[in-house]
């Protein structure tokens, strides 16, 4: 249950920026932050998140509040190597940088709590109780 956004023009490090907010929270929160937060990577992870929910309710019969961030990939995608012209013929590089996103949606199981086993005495004390008695 994921969703991939590929070449995103974006630097990684700005992506990761947003995606620290929302990484293991539900689905539902996630969006709502995402929705308020003035950033342009904002906008871009809301999709790629909300595509991932709707693949996990359409393909996998999830349902949406259930789900929660897995994880959120952000890696490095090409670099578009662009220069601007300075005097003397000269020229200063600029790194258009771009992204690939992938997040996994999963669905919050519930804990269980194991039961409390009590401990027995070790082999060696019981053979020690034996004896002195």
Do not use: C
């Not at 200063?92 to 804990?111: A, C, F, N, W, Y």
């Amino acid at each position: 249950m994921k969703a991939i956004l590929r070449y995103k023009l974006i630097s990684p490090k700005k992506a990761n920026l947003i995606a620290d907010l929302v990484r293991n929270q539900k689905v539902t929160d996630a969006l709502n932050t995402l929705k308020f937060t003035p950033k342009k990577g904002a906008a871009i992870l809301h999709k790629v998140v909300k595509s991932a929910a709707a693949n996990a309710e359409t393909n996998f019969k999830q349902n949406m509040d259930d789900l929660y961030i897995k994880e959120i990939i952000v890696t490095q995608g090409p670099m578009y190597k662009r220069h601007i012209p300075i005097s003397r013929g000269r020229a200063h590089p600029i790194l258009k940088r771009s992204s690939h996103i992938t997040v996994t949606v999963g669905v919050q199981e519930e804990k269980k709590e194991a039961p409390v086993k009590k401990e027995e005495p070790k082999k060696e004390e019981k053979a020690e109780k034996k004896t002195k008695s």
